[in-house]
């Protein structure tokens, strides 16, 4: 489904993955919260919303390393992932990432924390930079992906 405001299925994702205990309503207050600044930032909420992707885009991974074992030893094997994992680790590292910023609100952390993001930068992006990385240095084993 998508959310009421924004009409967009993944904010409703990241409303669901911000969600603990079945509080729904916290979740959404903080995303809402978040998209609130973004509009006052970019002076729409369709604005808001491009900012959203942006940011979301370039966090979402190409590539991940993930273990496989052959014979004696566990390799690093880089891997495509597919696109709902990728939206899926993408916003795990984004409210993560949020979280560990200095602010006084969860909503105001996930507002900077997409807004770094839109312009390339900020902790979400370095995961998924550390990721790309970890699959290039492992491109040698690429050839035990299954």
Sequence with gaps: GSDIRY???????????????????????????????????????????????????NIVPLVEVRPRRVGGSV??????????????????????????????TMGERLAHELLDAAEGRGAAIKKRTDVHKMAEANRAFSHYAW
Aim: no cysteine.
């Design 7 to 57: 009409n967009s299925e993944l904010l409703q994702r990241l409303i669901n993955m911000i969600m603990e205990r079945g509080k729904k309503n916290i979740a959404r207050t903080i995303v809402y919260d978040a998209m609130e600044v973004l509009e006052k930032k970019s002076g729409s909420s369709d604005r808001a919303m491009q900012l959203f992707n942006r940011a979301y885009q």
């Design 75 to 104: 390799y690093q094997v880089p891997m495509q992932v597919d696109e709902h994992r990728a939206g899926s680790l993408a916003l795990r590292w984004l409210i993560s990432s949020a979280s560990g910023r200095p602010a006084k």
